[in-house]
């Protein structure tokens, strides 16, 4: 009787104690102790997560998987939050997952306008050379214009398109990882529960698998450096940012190998792979909207012309083409989840606690698909609702730095596409907008048909 009683006294004062937790927290759906809401949540699919629990509340909620995520679901929320309070959410999750694999960043050098035409020359010189146009799969074609920019920034060098077996290599690798996480639940509840991680037999398959897996793709940027060693000179002016890192190493304590391979890592990973889905979507939601391409066309041909690519100076004057790459952006909406935040203080949203040291998704996939003035535009400035680099302190690298790599490639990526190409679709082949289930949400590899303007 004495044991009964002890025991449900250990259990009232647990779940008391949980449930004090949770009240800490902005209200969400009831959690379960322990468990919180994991099996409430699809963990391949993350970005429908919202779309079930966001209409309850107010754009701030806790879910817990099974530790404490805040999410961020309305426009006024994510700003008030990255903006208005930016210091509040700045940081990142100070754990050992994000510290094994996505470690700092260092933007190192700016990216120039030259290079990216010059990849995109490369590019249409390389759709000029497929034989049947009556069916291309323009997948590896963007992967190599893209590719190829962020190769040669780093690396001093670009591929050509009939030899370029290691970027095949190494893309096809970390899609494969990708999509192993998005089959791996345990890997978001370590991130969330850390302590976990501890366990030898939990730990290996919450991170450790994944971790080693990516080191071994990581083998393409270990050579890559090393390959761009060999022909280093430290009184030569640099040519690429290994080199310009190399010369500054000796005068500059932080400065390190082994954050040299993880910074061209992070660059690889974060600038390659969401450029090149954002320009396949792009080129399928033209396929599928041909008014809108002719628009565009018509745009690029009474800007530019016909006789030399489409310029960075050109953009102010192209209205129509500016609407359609931001449309585009919101459309592909290729971030089921967003990288996390820390509160690095107590801080407030809406009107909502958040305890400091809780981890934050700024759920940008929602606020695109879901929010009610794109369907009834008025006259607010919807482009600052098209969130794809989110907001604040923590946006997107490739977008805040002085020449905002990631918009002049799809800028001049997809007016270089449609100046020389109409894009249609396949007779009696629909367009298939159902995205792989992965984080990146990318697009089915399918056909359409290119032909000449
Ligand atoms: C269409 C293409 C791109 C999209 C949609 C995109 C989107 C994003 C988003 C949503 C974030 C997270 C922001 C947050 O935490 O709130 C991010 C972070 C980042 N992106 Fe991009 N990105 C793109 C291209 C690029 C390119 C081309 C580069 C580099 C050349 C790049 C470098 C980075 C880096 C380094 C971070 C981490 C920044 C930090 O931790 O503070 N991205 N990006």
């Given at each position: 009787?004495?044991?009964?009683?002890?025991?449900?006294?250990?259990?009232?004062?647990?779940?008391?104690?949980?449930?004090?937790?949770?009240?800490?927290?902005?209200?969400?759906?009831?959690?379960?102790?322990?468990?919180?809401?994991?099996?409430?949540?699809?963990?391949?699919?993350?970005?429908?997560?919202?779309?079930?629990?966001?209409?309850?509340?107010?754009?701030?909620?806790?879910?817990?998987?099974?530790?404490?995520?805040?999410?961020?679901?309305?426009?006024?929320?994510?700003?008030?939050?990255?903006?208005?309070?930016?210091?509040?959410?700045?940081?990142?999750?100070?754990?050992?997952?994000?510290?094994?694999?996505?470690?700092?960043?260092?933007?190192?050098?700016?990216?120039?306008?030259?290079?990216?035409?010059?990849?995109?020359?490369?590019?249409?010189?390389?759709?000029?050379?497929?034989?049947?146009?009556?069916?291309?799969?323009?997948?590896?074609?963007?992967?190599?214009?893209?590719?190829?920019?962020?190769?040669?920034?780093?690396?001093?060098?670009?591929?050509?398109?009939?030899?370029?077996?290691?970027?095949?290599?190494?893309?096809?690798?970390?899609?494969?990882?990708?999509?192993?996480?998005?089959?791996?639940?345990?890997?978001?509840?370590?991130?969330?529960?850390?302590?976990?991680?501890?366990?030898?037999?939990?730990?290996?398959?919450?991170?450790?698998?994944?971790?080693?897996?990516?080191?071994?793709?990581?083998?393409?940027?270990?050579d890559n450096v090393q390959?761009?060693?060999?022909?280093?000179?430290?009184?030569?002016?640099?040519?690429?940012?290994?080199?310009?890192?190399?010369?500054?190493?000796?005068?500059?304590?932080?400065?390190?190998?082994?954050?040299?391979?993880?910074?061209?890592?992070?660059?690889?990973?974060?600038?390659?792979?969401?450029?090149?889905?954002?320009?396949?979507?792009?080129?399928?939601?033209?396929?599928?909207?041909?008014?809108?391409?002719?628009?565009?066309?018509?745009?690029?041909?009474?800007?530019?012309?016909?006789?030399?690519?489409?310029?960075?100076?050109?953009?102010?004057?192209?209205?129509?083409?500016?609407?359609?790459?931001?449309?585009?952006?919101?459309?592909?909406?290729?971030?089921?989840?967003?990288?996390?935040?820390?509160?690095?203080?107590?801080?407030?949203?809406?009107?909502?606690?958040?305890?400091?040291?809780?981890?934050?998704?700024?759920?940008?996939?929602?606020?695109?698909?879901?929010?009610?003035?794109?369907?009834?535009?008025?006259?607010?400035?919807?482009?600052?609702?098209?969130?794809?680099?989110?907001?604040?302190?923590?946006?997107?690298?490739?977008?805040?730095?002085?020449?905002?790599?990631?918009?002049?490639?799809?800028?001049?990526?997809?007016t270089a596409t449609v100046?020389?190409y109409h894009i249609l679709?396949?007779?009696?082949?629909?367009?298939?907008?159902?995205?792989?289930?992965?984080?990146?949400?990318?697009?089915?590899?399918?056909?359409?048909?290119?032909?000449?303007?």
């Open positions: 009787m004495l044991l009964l009683i002890g025991l449900a006294t250990a259990l009232i004062y647990g779940l008391y104690r949980y449930y004090t937790m949770v009240s800490r927290y902005p209200r969400g759906p009831m959690p379960w102790p322990i468990i919180g809401n994991m099996f409430q949540q699809d963990f391949a699919r993350q970005h429908l997560t919202s779309i079930k629990f966001a209409p309850s509340f107010d754009g701030v909620f806790t879910l817990y998987t099974p530790g404490p995520v805040v999410y961020l679901t309305d426009y006024v929320a994510l700003r008030e939050a990255f903006v208005e309070r930016g210091d509040d959410f700045a940081g990142r999750p100070d754990n050992i997952v994000m510290e094994e694999l996505l470690i700092d960043f260092g933007m190192g050098k700016n990216l120039m306008e030259e290079q990216v035409l010059s990849s995109v020359r490369e590019y249409l010189d390389a759709l000029d050379k497929i034989e049947n146009k009556e069916k291309v799969d323009l997948c590896w074609y963007i992967q190599l214009m893209v590719g190829n920019i962020i190769n040669e920034t780093l690396f001093g060098y670009r591929y050509k398109y009939d030899d370029c077996a290691q970027l095949i290599n190494y893309v096809e690798d970390f899609q494969k990882w990708i999509g192993d996480l998005a089959k791996s639940p345990e890997f978001v509840v370590g991130f969330v529960a850390p302590v976990l991680l501890k366990i030898p037999f939990i730990g290996y398959h919450c991170l450790y698998k994944h971790r080693d897996n990516m080191r071994k793709i990581c083998q393409y940027i270990v390959r761009c060693m060999d022909g280093y000179k430290s009184d030569d002016e640099p040519t690429c940012f290994v080199h310009a890192y190399k010369q500054r190493m000796p005068n500059n304590s932080f400065l390190d190998d082994d954050n040299l391979v993880s910074t061209c890592n992070d660059f690889f990973l974060a600038g390659h792979e969401t450029t090149t889905t954002t320009l396949r979507w792009a080129v399928l939601h033209l396929a599928m909207n041909q008014e809108t391409q002719e628009n565009l066309r018509r745009e690029v041909h009474a800007v530019v012309g016909r006789d030399r690519l489409p310029r960075m100076a050109d953009k102010s004057k192209m209205i129509y083409t500016q609407a359609t790459v931001l449309e585009v952006q919101r459309m592909a909406n290729i971030l089921g989840l967003n990288l996390a935040h820390r509160t690095t203080r107590d801080t407030v949203v809406k009107g909502h606690r958040i305890p400091k040291d809780t981890m934050v998704n700024g759920d940008i996939h929602y606020v695109m698909a879901r929010d009610p003035h794109f369907v009834n535009p008025e006259r607010l400035d919807l482009a600052d609702r098209v969130v794809a680099f989110s907001l604040g302190k923590r946006a997107c690298a490739g977008e805040v730095t002085v020449y905002s790599l990631a918009r002049v490639e799809l800028f001049l990526g997809l100046q020389n679709p396949r007779d009696g082949e629909p367009i298939d907008f159902e995205p792989l289930p992965m984080n990146i949400l990318q697009p089915k590899d399918q056909y359409i048909r290119l032909e000449k303007v």
